[in-house]
Every structure is written in structure tokens, then in C-alpha cells.
């Protein structure tokens, strides 16, 4: 649950006057991708008839992604890459057509790097609910009319079945590493832990166990700051005129999101009680330059995404509990057999420290024994996005952990 695209993740800075201008002009009713926008680097995967767990129904369902590299003959060096909250199937490469962000990690992802593209062929699915490519709330219904409201009631476990149905399609068995951060790697687990079978390594980023009471009622504030919008007409803003969707309630609620995104020392240090310009905000109208930088990203991030959709997900995330109808947590984590790679930022206050120990503890092929690897970083929970360097070099180990590897390379 993170910026997930370069322009947001880069360390926070003051909004500068040309930064201002981006965010101009009325916002879309949604700013999800629709059928007949630019493809962009988009493949779309086929599933078929889709049954959720609360009994919900669709009688299709289709997943965009997006590969790198090359599938082997023998199918085995293919790599999972699950994303965050609000992130996409366009892991790497440029914004332009098609793709409104650059690559959310480029700098792990490609020739030479961690995951290492000449190596490895790596597989990036929009999850199910999203709103680029996948079938979501925006999508259509037979009928011709948006899903809106009337999408299904969504799980971490649904969104991974669909993930399984879809390595079915690839004719992949096994993946030789499944990787995730934040909500991407709630999937990463619940792929370890519902199919070891098909689960060679495992990396789990700043993630917990399950979603408590704490991140629950954080998240609940978030979707009614969406669904109290006037423009949110019950769900149903598709047809609105640009200006006229639910733009306010859906920046607002990023705008929550992102104080939990980040740390408070960062925030402190980088913004202090500095003024955004000369006018003061001391009862004259002006802003504090911390006001100003979380007003700008929550309206840049309602020009990509979708309202419903940012329910949706966020629902799913609350769904998050990998002891659910398995024993508990350790007795679920105890289903992991891949070598695992479990890493928390010390300074992650969406997702703490105390979650990471507790799938440590509970994986028995942890490649760190019984605790998480841990890095140190000024940024909270988006220093999985950032810290290029650390995160690459214990994905590294990981990735180094068979000698097929070496056999792939040679």
C-alpha cells in the first residue's frame, strides 16, 4: 500500500510551480485505463467464469500483465512479481502511451539487476479489482453499464486464485520465485501458503500476517472519505463529466494513506513548519509546504485510478489474514516450503516490524533463520519502492539460492 510510481516514491520534496501545473484542469470522473485506450506494454489473459468467496459471481474475468525476459524451455525460471495496493503491471519502462506512470521498480527490475531480466522471465499481473487492464469496478458488465457497486466482495485469496488460473494459462507450474510488496506481498504469502507446490523461493516486503484492528480502521476512514463525496453517487460517476466525479473524496483519501506511507522523521525533517510561499498560513490563506505536498499527490493519483476500485482494493487488504480457516498464523505459515526471504523497514509504521517477525518465526525455510532481514531507512513503508540498493541485495540472496541459476546463466 505505497505510491508505487516513481514520481511519488522519489524522497519528498517541496511542489514546485511546474509540479503545480500537472495537476490543472478538471480531474476524469475515473481515472481507470478503459477498453480502447492505448494497450501501451498490456497483454490481457482470459480467465473465464470467476466464483468469489463471498459468493459472488462474474461470467468473466480477464487479467492484464505484462512479461520481460524469456521463458525457458523447461519453464522454470519464471518469476511472479505481485504488486502493491495501487500499483499496475507496468513494473519497468517508460510512461507514454498506454501507461501513465514510468515503471513503479526499474531500478530492481531489468538487465543485470536483482531480478535480472536476462535471466529470469519475469510476470507482473494487475490484480483482480484493479483498474488497469484488470477486470475491476470500472470495467463493463454485459449489460453495457460499469460494474460499479455491484462487483463482487473481493479477497487476498480471490485475487490469488485468479493469479493461479492464470499461471495455468502460461503453462507455468512453478514459479521459481514469487516476490511482493506491502499488499503484493500478502499475495506473495498467501501464494506460498495456499500453493507450496508451485512456490520455489518466496519474498515477503513490509508485510503482515494479517490486517489488524489498527490498519482496519485506518483503511475504513479512507473508503468513507471516498463514499461521502457528494460526486460519488452511490458508486455510479462514470458518466460525469470531467470535474464532476468523485475527485475530492478519492484525493482525500490518499492524502490519509500517505501519512502512513511515510515516516514521521522523514516528514519532520524534509517539511519542518516551512511556508509553501511568502503568504502566510497563519490566518492569511497560505499553506504549509507539507499541506501543499500531500494536496498535490492525492490530485495527481485521481488522474490514474479509480474510486470504486480504491474500495474495492482496499477492502480486499482488510480481508488479509493468512490463518483464516487454517489452525492460525503458524500453523498456516508452517505450510511455506519455499526458501524464503522475509524483510521489514525499521521505520514502517503502516506495516511495523512486529508483523515481519511473526512470518519469520513461522516459516521453517526462512533464509534468515528465525527472524526478518531489516532495513534502514528514513522512509517508512514506501522504503521498499526506494531503497534500491538494500532491497537488491537481499533479493539477490534469494535469487542465488539454487545452483540452476548459474546452470540458466551458463
Given at each position: 500500500m505505497d505510491w508505487q510510481t516513481p514520481e511519488d516514491t522519489v524522497p519528498s520534496s517541496f511542489i514546485t510551480e511546474e509540479l503545480a501545473r500537472q495537476v490543472l484542469g478538471k480531474p476524469p470522473a475515473t481515472g481507470a485505463w478503459r477498453d480502447g485506450d492505448p494497450a501501451g506494454e498490456r497483454l490481457?489473459?482470459?480467465l473465464g467464469a470467476f466464483d468469489f468467496e463471498s459468493g459472488g459471481h462474474l461470467p468473466h474475468v480477464r487479467l492484464a500483465y505484462e512479461t520481460l525476459g524469456?521463458?525457458?524451455?523447461?519453464k522454470d525460471n519464471a518469476v511472479l512479481i505481485?504488486?502493491?495496493?495501487?500499483?499496475?503491471s507496468h513494473v519497468t519502462g517508460d510512461a507514454g502511451r498506454g501507461h501513465a506512470t514510468a515503471g513503479w521498480w526499474s531500478?530492481?527490475?531489468?538487465p543485470g539487476l536483482a531480478i535480472d531480466t536476462d535471466v529470469w522471465f519475469v510476470v507482473t499481473p494487475n490484480m483482480l479489482g484493479g483498474c488497469q487492464g484488470s477486470t475491476g469496478p470500472a470495467s463493463f458488465a454485459p449489460d453495457g453499464?460499469?460494474?460499479?457497486t455491484r462487483f463482487p466482495y473481493t479477497t487476498i485469496r480471490d485475487q490469488v486464485r485468479a493469479q493461479v488460473q492464470f499461471a495455468d494459462l502460461l503453462g507455468i507450474d512453478r514459479w521459481a520465485a514469487v516476490v511482493g510488496g506491502s499488499v503484493g506481498g500478502m499475495h506473495a504469502l498467501e501464494w506460498a501458503v495456499g500453493y507450496p507446490d508451485r512456490v520455489e523461493r518466496l519474498a515477503v516486503l513490509a508485510a503482515p500476517p494479517h490486517t489488524t484492528a489498527d490498519q482496519v480502521a485506518l483503511n475504513s476512514v479512507q473508503i468513507e472519505a471516498i463514499r461521502m463525496d457528494p460526486l460519488f453517487a452511490g458508486g455510479h460517476y462514470y458518466d460525469a463529466q470531467d470535474g464532476n466525479g468523485p475527485h475530492r473524496g478519492l484525493a482525500l483519501a490518499r492524502r490519509m494513506a500517505l501519512l502512513n506511507y511515510r515516516s514521521p522523521s522523514e516528514l519532520n525533517a524534509r517539511f519542518g513548519r516551512t511556508w509553501q510561499s511568502a503568504i502566510s498560513p497563519l490566518g492569511d490563506g497560505g499553506k504549509y509546504a507539507i499541506e501543499s505536498y500531500i494536496d498535490f499527490h492525492g490530485n495527481k493519483f485521481t488522474r490514474r485510478f479509480d474510486a470504486n476500485s480504491y474500495i474495492t482494493l482496499v477492502e480486499a487488504m482488510n480481508s488479509h489474514d493468512i490463518g483464516r480457516g487454517r489452525g492460525g498464523i503458524d500453523a498456516a505459515l508452517a505450510r511455506v516450503s519455499a526458501a524464503t526471504l522475509v524483510l521489514g523497514i525499521d521505520s514502517d509504521r503502516l506495516?511495523?516490524?512486529?508483523?515481519q517477525e511473526t512470518i519469520a518465526r513461522g516459516i521453517r525455510s526462512n533464509i534468515d533463520g528465525d527472524v526478518p532481514a531489516v532495513i534502514t531507512s528514513d522512509?517508512?513503508?514506501?522504503?521498499?519502492?526506494?531503497?534500491a540498493d538494500a532491497v537488491s541485495a537481499h533479493l539477490r540472496r534469494l535469487l542465488d539460492t539454487a545452483d540452476r541459476r548459474?546452470?540458466?546463466v551458463s
Open positions: 490481457f489473459a482470459d524469456t521463458l525457458n524451455p523447461e505481485t504488486h502493491a495496493l495501487t500499483g499496475d531500478s530492481i527490475v531489468g453499464y460499469e460494474w460499479a506495516f511495523p516490524l512486529e508483523g522512509f517508512g513503508h514506501d522504503g521498499f519502492l526506494i531503497e548459474a546452470a540458466w
